[in-house]
Nanobody
Framework: QVQLVESGGGLVQPGGSLRLSCAAS????????MEWYRQVPGLPRELVAG???????NIANFAKGRFTISRDNAKNTMWLQMDSLKPEDTAVYYC??????????????WGQGTQVTVSS
């Protein structure tokens, strides 16, 4: 069984920073791509940033220059450093990972989400 657990969300003032973590555990053979998504009630979940196991990243336009994605393959952990936060960044943030439990059995897994609220 595989589990993804996010942490690091909370309430922050505009202009502030938060660092989200996503840790994968369980029966893991390997992890391929890892991604952060966010969702506001009533709207579709949107991609924030992604990172391959080789370290290549892609960042959504709204996050460029403010958010940084990183990972530690040895620790099966991914982070999202969020700086210069704006009220419109308020959302539930989810991590997603493509995980193989064997060399031929790969699936996408999601974390439970962590609330980020940007407000004065």
């Amino acid at each position: 069984q595989v589990q993804l657990v996010e942490s690091g969300g909370g309430l922050v003032q505009p202009g502030g920073s938060l660092r989200l973590s996503c840790a994968a555990s369980g029966n893991i053979f390997a992890i391929s791509a890892m991604e952060w998504y966010r969702q506001v009630p009533g709207l579709p979940r949107e991609l924030v940033a992604g990172i391959t196991n080789g370290g290549s990243t892609n960042i959504a336009n709204f996050a460029k220059g403010r958010f940084t994605i990183s990972r530690d393959n040895a620790k099966n952990t991914m982070w999202l450093q969020m700086d210069s936060l704006k009220p419109e960044d308020t959302a539930v943030y989810y991590c997603k990972a493509e995980i193989g439990t064997t060399s031929s059995d790969w699936n996408d897994y999601w974390g439970q989400g962590t609330q980020v609220t940007v407000s004065s």
